[in-house]
């Protein structure tokens, strides 16, 4: 069976996106690399705003290793490279409100989790922290009551994301009572 060349197109266009951010995050490791030699050598000393511009791009990084491929197919080059560049641009600031968000969503979840009533103020509390941690990283205009949805059925439909939220939570119910109070709230 063969391919169309649109498809062809589009694999190699998306192969080339890959390899020009792995281009780019070369260059940037190897430049933060020379940085970090001539600092042990005395020459020169790096910055805090270096090392946490290095922080972020290694999140990126893992992230497009562990899922990469699958996000891309999924939501399409675009849409990943703007939210890749979002987090990119996080100040300090907003890098440690992002880190506390994300152990806040998880102590209200433990709080929350095997609910039955999603109508509580505490569940409406632990949504508006979760849309604020996807804005964090999503453009706002890609947000959408429908797009928050489709996320929260991954963390049941995806044992990777349930794993976190029933870990981080401290139950096996977590992702499915996240799942139905953003599918409530959204």
Sequence with gaps: MQTSPEIQ???LRSQRSKLVAE?????DLIKNLDKT?????????????????????????NNEKQYGTEIREKYGDAKIDRSNQKFNSLSENEFSHFKELSA??????????????IKQPAAKHLFDLHKEYLLTLWPKDQYSA????????????DERFSKYY?????????????????????
């Design 9 to 11: 197109y589009q694999v």
């Design 104 to 117: 806040e969503i998880l102590t209200e979840l433990k709080n929350l989790a095997n609910t039955t009533d």
């Design 37 to 61: 030699l001539a600092t042990m050598k005395g020459e020169t000393q790096m910055t805090d705003t270096e090392k946490f511009a290095t922080l972020k791009k290694e999140v990126i990084k």
């Design 166 to 186: 029933e870990e981080g939570a401290g139950n096996p119910e977590a992702a499915k009572t996240l799942k139905a109070i953003i599918d409530y709230y959204a």
């Design 23 to 27: 281009q780019q995050y070369l260059d």
């Design 146 to 157: 429908e797009a928050h949805k489709n996320l929260a059925k991954m963390y049941i439909c």
